[in-house]
């Protein structure tokens, strides 16, 4: 089992930035790809980012390349996401999650995710 806590969301305005953050307990984080979601009100969940077990690789939805990056310390055990040039659409709760296989992209991929961390940008 992994456990994963969600830290670092909050109010911004657009053109801000945040850096989430995602630490994990109970199994070493390197056997583990790790990814990042977000669910607005009302809209299913949707792939933000995911990064490879060592780090190595990583992949990005469209709407936020050249505006977030995803990072992992592994040593601490915590997974990362900057986010710069915040919108307002980037408003949504956003969750990570651990697969032990691949850099997927869909949520039924990921074996254990953590309860969340509220961002919203106001405009």
């Known amino acids: 089992q992994v456990q994963l806590v969600e830290s670092g969301g909050g109010l911004v305005q657009a053109g801000g930035s945040l850096r989430l953050s995602c630490a994990a307990s109970?199994?070493?984080?390197?056997?583990?790809?790790m990814a990042w979601f977000r669910q607005a009100p009302g809209q299913e969940r949707e792939f933000v980012s995911v990064?490879?077990?060592?780090?190595?690789?990583?992949s990005y939805t469209e709407s936020v390349k050249g505006r977030f990056t995803i990072s992992r310390d592994n040593a601490k055990n915590t997974v990362y996401l900057q986010m710069n040039s915040l919108k307002p659409e980037d408003t949504a709760v956003y969750y990570c999650?651990?697969?032990?296989?691949?850099?997927?992209?869909?949520?039924?991929?990921?074996?254990?995710w953590g309860r969340g961390t509220q961002v919203t940008v106001s405009s």
């Open positions: 999650a651990a697969n032990a296989y691949a850099l997927r992209t869909l949520a039924s991929g990921y074996d254990y």
């Open positions: 109970g199994r070493t984080l390197s056997n583990y790809a």
């Open positions: 990064i490879s077990r060592s780090g190595g690789g990583t």
